[in-house]
């Protein structure tokens, strides 16, 4: 009994340690330094009051369309910081203050992150949506208008099906994949249509339009994946929205643990305009792709109690199948 009590007693004192410990990171991590200025004037509808916030947002966007290889120059799309990205800040804002939610979230996955994987425990505790694009983004990479309507989307590696819901009021059929067990549920009560990783290139219909959103340096064998993409795109009209990280740096989750992917794409170029002009010109070509437009995006996560939000770099492409991969496809 009394040994029952001494481990009692122990694990409290490590909770309640835990805890401090994570009370004092957070006030060292509430600086300017690493707390966003953008972000806080953001969510004091400040934004335009902020010279530090507006060059920060710039920095998300910024491309010089001379860098990019002559056939990209044209197809470059000029984005910037609107009102649905900085809803999303927002929102990311008023979560990080949610202390004793964001201590539970810690603590839970702390405890979870060796046997499962990071999406997976982001599913279980509802937390670290993504965001690629807004709306209206979306509407004038593929250049369509707000009314514009299509058959069958299918959003490959959906996550939590937030960002499919960006595009999905454009489409009549909503298909989805998604690997973690937590996340697939929040797809089903989206009322998603979920098809197994195996599964969505055999239905025996074709997509209007294809997402594969930071999905390329996160599988085993993305050549092949992009294969089967154009194969099951509807001839001519088809396209497909495909978002990387540059700079490129592919690994598969595993569990918990991060490895190698099969197949190791090398993507060339030390710059952002580099970077892009390699996959254009190797990687899509390759696969049948060529490039309709693209644009620099910021890739957007919710934050937790040490930030507001965490960044990477996205390129967001829209492709279409090459007329000898289709002529060659018949």
């Known amino acids: 009994m009394c040994h029952l009590q001494l481990k009692t007693l122990?694990?409290?004192?490590?909770?309640?340690?835990?805890?401090?410990?994570l009370l004092s990171v957070r006030r060292m991590w509430t600086g300017k330094?690493?707390?966003?200025?953008?972000?806080?004037s953001l969510f004091m509808n400040m934004v335009t009051e902020?010279?530090?916030?507006?060059?920060?947002?710039?920095?998300w966007y910024r491309c010089t369309p001379d860098l990019l290889?002559?056939?990209?120059?044209?197809l470059f799309v000029q984005s910037h910081l609107d009102s649905g990205t900085k809803a999303f800040l927002k929102r990311s804002a008023e979560k990080s203050s949610w202390l004793f939610t964001q201590l539970y979230h810690s603590f839970v996955s702390t405890v979870l992150s060796p046997l499962v994987s990071r999406t997976s425990i982001?599913?279980?505790?509802?937390?670290g949506s993504m965001f690629v694009f807004s709306a209206d983004q979306f509407q004038r990479l593929l250049h369509i208008g707000p009314d514009w309507k299509a058959e069958r989307l299918l959003d490959l590696g959906a996550g939590d099906g937030g960002v499919t819901e960006?595009?999905?009021?454009?489409?009549?059929?909503?298909?989805?994949?998604?690997?973690?067990?937590?996340m697939r549920w929040h797809l089903q009560r989206r009322n998603y249509k979920l098809l197994g990783i195996d599964e969505w290139q055999q239905t025996g219909f074709q997509y209007d339009v294809i997402s594969c959103l930071n999905l390329l340096d996160r599988c085993d064998d993305p050549l092949h994946l992009l294969q089967n993409i154009r194969q099951t795109l509807v001839p001519k009209t088809g396209r497909l929205i495909l978002a990387a990280v540059l700079p490129f740096q592919p690994y598969v989750e595993v569990g918990g643990r991060w490895e190698r992917p099969k197949e190791h794409l090398k993507i060339k170029g030390k710059t952002w305009e580099e970077q892009v002009t390699n996959l254009s010109n190797e990687v899509f070509r390759r696969?049948?792709?060529?490039?309709?437009?693209?644009?620099?995006?910021?890739?957007l996560c919710e934050g937790d109690m040490y930030s507001d939000y965490y960044v990477l770099d996205d390129a967001v492409f829209v492709l279409k199948a090459s007329d000898d991969s289709e002529q060659s496809a018949h």
């Open 10 to 21: 122990i694990f409290v004192a490590w909770v309640f340690g835990y805890v401090a410990f």
């Open 33 to 40: 330094y690493v707390r966003s200025p953008l972000v806080r």
């Open 50 to 59: 902020s010279e530090a916030s507006a060059a920060e947002a710039q920095e």
């Open 69 to 74: 290889g002559d056939s990209l120059q044209p």
């Open 122 to 127: 982001n599913g279980f505790l509802g937390r």
């Open 166 to 182: 960006v595009m999905g009021s454009h489409f009549r059929e909503i298909y989805a994949t998604e690997v973690s067990l937590p």
């Open 287 to 299: 696969a049948g792709f060529d490039v309709e437009a693209v644009t620099r995006l910021p890739y």
